[in-house]
């Protein structure tokens, strides 16, 4: 094509021509080279641009894919606790893979509920890409990984063995079940619920294992939403080989589901509550107590203790505090709604009591304790579960639905960790654990300075002066180093089982 004259007669370097690219933009017309005499063009050295010889001497092109900035604060302190898990990983799974998974479970760290579509950006746009550099997120990248992670669920099974033996012998297990949401209707997982038919949605049911002294997953494994809670606890304790603890279930799980596994792990053993109407209240007079004990918040306990069996026993207590409490209730029912005395009796009887089933010959008060302190378990779960926005599976099909909750386990287990740190540095008093994300957020850094946090030095780019406390603190923190000491629950228990204390495998179904 022609170039105009009016671009042949602008003014540039000697022995050059203009060239005609062909296609629009600033860079249309290139100015290149010619060797005197000859009619061989050489390299391009400048544009006409809007009148005017544009040089390209002492010019940089700028890179499209490596920024000299980019987000330090919530990407360092991810990668700060994430060492031992790219090292199983690698173990495990080829490099190429074990890079993509590292780096995708950090990003959902860092931007809870991201799409898979923008993970890539959000990648390139933190210090990630200098921890894990080369990652492969791509939107269908990340589609075909999870697809092959969840063909494949013997590896993931093979990662949390890994987990489950960084677990000391003094240590517990809690094991909590929750449901998300799934309305997919190309895999056999999505299912109403009990809980689901209400909502008018479907869900996934998943069980995680929880390390209570280090308050950090060890093990999940994916049900159908429709799955009944006893038959999915059943298979979660075959599958992930527990044989011994002692299993702390709800009425849902009877031990009856799980009498084989009982029988061939001497070690594995329950305390099991069960109905207040059943017919051993009469049978064994449990509701005639034969003593009585004060708890840890001046709660006055009666009990009784009776054996079922050669190897069964039935502990049955009354709390004088909630007794007192379902009586009140009960009352303001009845002022409104008229006293039946039969209805009065059978409260009177029952107002406060609970009945435990055990293969274990323990003290009445140890019971008690076990149950009384399972539900701080259960608040911290909370706590856990609410880090992540991850309420629904926002994938398809069944094997997508596996790799990505093996990913999100991993971002499950990186949380819990850095919440661990952000703990013990005192920060959490202060602010939430998302505020501390977002203000860490907010630090950016050039990308060739990845040194420890330092403040003030020429390599910041900071919106907030707290932003330095933080990463200071958090950077203090060293991971794993020594452990926390065990929370209240463990504290106790262990106080009263001593130097045998065993590991208590708490169930507690949420369908």
């Not at 509550?273 to 001046?298: C, M, Q, W």
Request: hydrophobic letters at 35%; glycine letters at 6%.
């Amino acid at each position: 094509m022609a170039v105009p004259e009016e671009i042949r007669n602008v003014s540039r370097s000697e022995h050059t021509v203009v060239c005609d690219s062909g296609h629009d933009g600033p860079d249309r017309y290139m100015v290149r080279q010619r060797e005197p005499g000859t009619k061989i063009n050489g390299k391009v050295i400048g544009h006409i641009y809007n009148g005017k010889f544009v040089p390209l001497e002492n010019k940089r092109i700028l890179p499209t894919d490596f920024p000299e900035i980019a987000v330090y604060g919530n990407a360092a302190v991810v990668n700060s606790v994430s060492a031992d898990i790219f090292q199983d990983l690698t173990d495990i799974f080829e490099l190429r893979q074990a890079v993509s998974i590292i780096a995708t479970a950090q990003v959902r760290v860092i931007s809870p509920g991201i799409v898979d579509s923008e993970i890539q950006a959000k990648y390139k746009d933190s210090f990630l890409q200098i921890y894990y550099p080369n990652a492969q997120l791509s939107k269908n990248l990340i589609g075909d990984l999870l697809q092959s992670i969840g063909k494949h669920p013997s590896l993931c099974r093979e990662f949390y063995k890994k987990q489950l033996e960084k677990v000391l012998p003094e240590s517990h297990i809690a094991i909590d079940g929750m449901l998300k949401t799934d309305n997919s209707k190309v895999n056999d997982l999505s299912a109403f619920s009990r809980k689901g038919r209400v909502k008018g949605s479907k869900d996934i049911s998943l069980l995680y294992a929880f390390d209570i002294e280090m308050m950090e997953p060890v093990c999940v494994e994916v049900f159908p939403g429709n799955r009944v809670d006893a038959s999915s606890y059943k298979d979660f304790i075959t599958d992930n080989h527990l044989t011994k603890g002692v299993i702390l279930d709800d009425k849902d799980f009877p031990p009856s589901t799980i009498s084989q596994d009982l029988k061939n792990s001497p070690e594995l053993h329950f305390l099991t509550p069960v109905k207040r109407n059943i017919k051993e209240v009469s049978a064994y007079h449990l509701r005639d107590y034969t003593g009585t004990f004060y708890d840890a918040d001046g709660d006055e306990i009666y009990y009784k203790k009776e054996r079922k069996s050669a190897h069964l026993y039935l502990y049955s207590f009354m709390s004088l505090r909630k007794h007192n409490s379902e009586m009140r209730g009960f009352g303001r029912h009845a002022v409104k709604n008229g006293l039946d005395p039969h209805e009065f009796q059978d409260k009177l009887q029952k107002a406060g009591t609970v009945i435990y089933e055990s293969d274990l010959d323990l003290p009445p008060e140890t019971v008690y304790l076990c149950y009384k302190e399972r539900w701080v378990i259960e608040l911290a779960f909370k706590r856990y579960k609410n880090l992540l926005d991850l309420d629904d599976t926002r994938v398809q099909d069944n094997y997508a639905i596996i790799g990505s909750e093996f990913i999100n386990f991993i971002s499950s287990l990186i949380s819990c960790r850095i919440l661990r740190k952000a703990d013990q540095a005192g920060i959490l008093k202060d602010i939430t654990f998302g505020s501390m994300m977002d203000r860490l957020g907010q630090a950016w850094r050039r990308t060739d300075d990845a040194r420890e946090p330092v403040e003030g030095d020429s390599s910041w780019f900071v919106t907030q002066e707290l932003d330095y406390e933080l990463m200071i603190k958090l950077h203090k923190q060293d991971f794993p180093g020594s452990r926390a000491e065990p929370r209240r629950f463990c504290r106790t228990i262990c106080g009263v089982f001593g130097n045998s204390c065993p590991q208590l495998l708490v169930f507690h179904p949420h369908f």
